[in-house]
């Protein structure tokens, strides 16, 4: 070894080292309770100090991703019961289980969330419907003080009630065990924090505060010095978070995965969560051969985050035709030189991305792990 190369070597350890540290420092910095810098927001993160202004106060200047963004399921995530359509347009709800019946009746602006078994009965308001209804809804209420998830859900598909994903299908052993699943603390909160924007604040949940879905300041970061800097004029410092800024796995992973389930949060749950993690789209794509680290297969590539589902198979033909060619007669460029298919030149999505359906929640989802589906092979995990 030459001293050359030792210096040369000594030196890209070196600033390996201060790159290593300043970007530690940094994320360091970032987590500072009081830090308001907006460049470090991510959705499910508290950011205090900053002043949450609700979705109304930012459709005066950006009508564009107003118009359409109330419409999403997304913005719809959470109702408070007096204003959950589903249980305004189902005035009465009922299943069966065992020596167990439960029924949800409408009154007026509320509902009531009531399990008996013939002999003793436990009703309760209830607080929150969880989820549009896409697939189904889930129904939050308190009981002795504590938050409960109801043992029982709606669902799209048969249009009633039946036991909610991840609970026992066995008899209960009581009726507190048949009434359903105590949430504890840390879960409360994060249940919130997916599905509402605003309810932590200072690390307590503060539901008066709440504003239901993911709202605009879900994605972007509380909105008060914002608009402050906005109608000031201050474009150079505008106080709210992009997150087309990021790179292709940053926003797929770290910020649609925050809530959608990023690779490593997969990884950690038993088994990967089985068949489940289908619904964690941001694991499935990140297993996907080919399929990362690219701004032309990121969330946003497919998915306008305001705007609604399109359901439509040929309106993703052209994201994927970014990449891929179509047949041998194409011209291949260095950014569009991945293999053609030797099937089909239209409606990729609906090969490669097979619907999946979880029994528990009668629901088919999309698997987002793109790849050649062999017959009768089973769903990778
Ligand atoms: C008084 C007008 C005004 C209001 C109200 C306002 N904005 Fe903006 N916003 C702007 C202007 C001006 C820009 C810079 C030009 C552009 O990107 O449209 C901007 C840019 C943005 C950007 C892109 C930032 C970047 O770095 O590229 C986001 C995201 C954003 N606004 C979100 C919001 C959200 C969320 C709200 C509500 C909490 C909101 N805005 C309310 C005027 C406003
Ligand atoms: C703060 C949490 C949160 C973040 C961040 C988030 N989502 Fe969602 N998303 C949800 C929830 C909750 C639902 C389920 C809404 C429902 O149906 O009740 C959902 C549903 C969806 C749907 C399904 C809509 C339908 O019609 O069924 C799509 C598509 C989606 N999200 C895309 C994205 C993309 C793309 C990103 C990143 C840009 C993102 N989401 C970031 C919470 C989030
Ligand atoms: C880490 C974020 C996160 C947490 C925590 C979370 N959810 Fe969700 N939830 C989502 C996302 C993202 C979706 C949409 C994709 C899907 O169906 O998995 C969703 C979907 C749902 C749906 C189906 C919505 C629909 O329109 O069909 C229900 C119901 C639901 N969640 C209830 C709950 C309840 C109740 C809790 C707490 C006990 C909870 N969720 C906790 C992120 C979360
Ligand atoms: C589910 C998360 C999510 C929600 C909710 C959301 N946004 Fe966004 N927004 C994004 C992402 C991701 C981008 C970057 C998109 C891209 O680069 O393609 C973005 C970009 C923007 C931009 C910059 C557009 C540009 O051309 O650069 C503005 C302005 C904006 N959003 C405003 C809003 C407003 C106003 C709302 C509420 C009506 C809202 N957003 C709700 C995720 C979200
Ligand atoms: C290559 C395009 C593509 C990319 C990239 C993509 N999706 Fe999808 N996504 C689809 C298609 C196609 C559907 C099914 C639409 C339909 O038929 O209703 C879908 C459906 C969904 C749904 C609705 C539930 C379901 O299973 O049908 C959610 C939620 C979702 N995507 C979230 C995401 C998130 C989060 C990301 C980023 C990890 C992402 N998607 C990336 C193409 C894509
Ligand atoms: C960012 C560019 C890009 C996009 C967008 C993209 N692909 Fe690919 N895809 C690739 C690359 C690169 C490979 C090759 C991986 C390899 O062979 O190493 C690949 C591989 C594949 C394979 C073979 C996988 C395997 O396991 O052998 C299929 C099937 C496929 N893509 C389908 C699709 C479909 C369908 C879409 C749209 C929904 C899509 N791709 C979008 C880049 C892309
Ligand atoms: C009708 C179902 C179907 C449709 C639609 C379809 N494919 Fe395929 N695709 C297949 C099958 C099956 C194979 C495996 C063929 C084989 O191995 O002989 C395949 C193979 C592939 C491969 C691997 C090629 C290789 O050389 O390794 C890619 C990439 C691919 N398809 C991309 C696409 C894209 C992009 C589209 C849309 C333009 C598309 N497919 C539409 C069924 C389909």
């Known amino acids: 070894m030459t001293i050359k190369t030792v210096l040369v070597l000594v030196t890209s350890l070196l600033v390996a080292l201060i790159c290593f540290w300043s970007a530690t420092s940094l994320r360091g910095q970032s987590q500072r309770p009081g830090d308001n810098d907006l460049s470090n927001w991510r959705p499910v993160q508290e950011l205090p100090g900053i002043r949450f202004v609700g979705s109304k106060a930012c459709a005066t200047c950006h009508s564009t991703e107003s118009k359409t963004h109330l419409v999403t399921p997304m ?3 959470l109702a408070a019961a007096s204003d959950c359509q589903i249980l305004s347009t189902h005035p009465r709800l009922s299943f ?13 602006n509320g509902s009531t969330y009531t399990v008996t078994d013939g002999a003793k009965t436990i009703s309760e308001p209830i607080l929150y419907c969880f989820g549009k209804g896409q697939v189904g809804q889930t129904y939050v209420f308190k009981h002795d003080g504590m938050f409960y998830e109801t043992r029982v859900s709606y669902y799209k598909e048969t249009q009633n009630l039946d036991f909610t994903t991840g609970h026992p299908r066995s008899p209960s052993t009581s009726l507190e065990d048949a009434l359903g699943r105590r949430l504890s603390a840390a879960e409360v909160q994060e249940c919130f924090t997916c599905h509402s924007t605003a309810s932590v604040i200072g690390s307590q949940l ?31 410092e505008l106080q709210i978070f992009n997150p ?30 089985g068949l489940n993690n289908i619904r964690f789209q941001p694991y499935r794509i990140f297993n996907s051969r ?14 306008n985050p305001h705007d609604k589902l399109e359901h439509d198979a040929a309106y993703y033909d052209s994201k994927c035709l970014a990449c891929h060619l179509t047949g ?52 990778p995990n």
């Open 206 to 236: 503060q539901l008066n505060q709440l504003i239901p879905g993911v709202s605009c300041e879900g994605c972007h970061g509380p909105g008060e010095k914002h608009i402050a800097a906005a109608k000031a004029r201050k474009f150079k």
């Open 290 to 303: 080919g399929h990362k680290g690219d701004p032309r297969i990121n969330c946003v590539a497919c998915h």
């Open 328 to 379: 041998s007669g194409d011209a291949k460029t260095p950014s569009r030189s991945a293999a053609a298919c030797p099937v089909s030149k239209q409606q990729c999505a609906k090969c490669h991305m097979p619907k999946v359906e979880l029994p528990e929640m009668h629901f088919k989802f999309t698997d987002h792990w793109i790849r050649i589906v062999k017959p009768n092979e089973p769903v």
């Open 96 to 108: 069966r289980s065992g020596p167990y019946s439960y029924q949800i009746m409408r009154q007026g």
């Open 244 to 273: 087309g800024n990021m790179d292709a796995d940053g926003l797929t992973q770290e910020f649609c995965g925050s809530c959608h389930r990023s690779f490593d949060q997969v990884m950690v749950m038993p088994r990967q969560a």
């Open 75 to 77: 913005a719809q995530a």
